[in-house]
C-alpha cells in the first residue's frame, strides 16, 4: 500500500475516487489499520471517550493527544495520519494555533492537522496555512462544542442551517484546508457541500454522496460498548469475539487445559533446593 498525499486528497476528488478515514489511537491498532486497504488514519480526540472514558472531548490536552499521534506514527508508516486538535489549543489567538499545530506535528511527526470551527475560524486557518501548516477542516457537528450546539444532533436539518453550512465550508476551503470533515448533515446537504468544494468532503453520518467515508475505528469493529450513533455500522463484531477470548482463557485456566505442555518450558533441569 501507497502512503497518501495532499495533491492526492485533490487527485482523488477530481477522478472521483472514493477512499476511507479511520480512527486509531495506538500502535497495535495502527498498526492493523497499516494493513488494511484504509488510507487515511485520524488520531481524533473522541480517544477522550474511547480511550480515556471521558463524557465528551473537551477536557484532552495537547499532551493527550502528543502522547497518543507519537505510536500511531510508528505503526502506520503507509497510512496518511491526521492529528486532532484539542478544544481550547487554537481558539485563543492565530499565533497560539500556529504554535500548537507546529509543536503537534513536529513532535509526532503526523501529516496534518484537524480542527473544528467554520466561518469564525477561517482566519485562523488561513494563518496557520500561510505558516506551512497542512490543515484539515471539521464542521456540522463538531463533538467540541457540542454543548452549544445542544447535544450530539443532527446539523444543517432546516434552509438556514444548511446555508450556513456551505458558508463554512467555503469559508474553510477558501481559507486553505486541503479537506474537510463534514459530520451528522443531511444526506442531501451533504451531497450540496461535495459538489460545491474543489476539496474533498470526508463523510461521517453524512450519507453516500461525500468524497470518503469516515468511521471511529472501534465503533466500526464492534469494540465500543457504551454508545452506537445512527450513522454507525458495524462491519464486525470484536468486542463479543474478545469477550469470547477471555472468557475461553479463563475457563482453561480453572479446568487445568491451559497451559499445556505446548506452552511450557519442559526441559528437566535440577533445581536448587531453596526451602
Ligand atoms: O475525534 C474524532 O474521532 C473525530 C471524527 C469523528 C471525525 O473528529
Ligand atoms: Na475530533
Do not use: W
Not at 65 to 88: E, Q
Not at 151 to 168: C, H, M, N, W, Y
Amino acid at each position: 500500500k501507497k502512503k497518501m498525499t495532499i495533491s492526492d486528497f485533490q487527485t482523488y476528488k477530481e477522478e472521483g475516487r472514493k477512499f476511507t478515514y479511520v480512527t486509531a489511537y495506538d500502535y497495535t491498532m495502527a498498526s492493523i489499520v497499516d494493513e488494511s486497504e484504509c488510507e487515511v488514519i485520524l488520531v481524533g480526540d473522541s480517544l477522550a471517550m474511547v480511550m480515556l472514558g471521558y463524557k465528551s472531548t473537551v477536557g484532552v490536552t495537547m499532551e493527550d493527544m502528543i502522547h497518543h499521534i507519537k505510536p500511531v506514527v510508528k505503526g502506520a508508516p503507509n497510512t496518511f495520519i491526521a492529528g486532532d486538535m484539542p478544544f481550547g489549543s487554537y481558539n485563543v489567538s492565530a499565533e497560539q494555533a500556529i504554535a500548537n499545530a507546529s509543536r503537534m506535528l513536529m513532535e509526532t511527526n503526523c501529516d496534518c492537522i484537524k480542527l473544528e470551527g467554520g466561518v469564525d475560524l477561517a482566519p485562523t486557518i488561513a494563518r496557520m496555512v500561510k505558516a506551512g501548516i497542512p490543515v484539515m477542516g471539521h464542521i456540522g457537528l463538531t463533538p467540541q462544542t457540542s454543548t452549544s450546539l445542544g447535544g450530539f444532533r443532527v446539523q444543517g436539518g432546516t434552509p438556514e442551517s444548511a446555508r450556513k453550512l456551505i458558508e463554512d465550508a467555503k469559508a474553510i476551503e477558501a481559507a486553505g484546508a486541503f479537506s474537510i470533515v463534514v459530520e451528522c448533515v443531511p444526506s442531501v446537504v451533504a451531497k450540496e457541500l461535495t459538489q460545491a468544494l474543489r476539496i474533498p468532503v470526508l463523510g461521517i453520518g453524512a450519507g453516500p454522496d461525500v468524497d470518503c467515508q469516515v468511521l471511529v475505528t472501534q465503533d466500526l469493529l464492534g469494540m465500543y460498548g457504551d454508545f452506537k450513533p445512527k450513522f454507525v455500522k458495524q462491519f464486525a463484531q470484536i468486542r463479543k469475539a474478545m469477550v469470547d477470548g477471555l472468557n475461553l482463557f479463563h475457563e482453561e485456566t480453572l479446568n487445568g487445559s491451559f497451559p499445556s505442555p505446548e506452552y511450557s518450558f519442559n526441559k528437566a533441569v535440577d533445581i536448587p533446593k531453596l526451602y
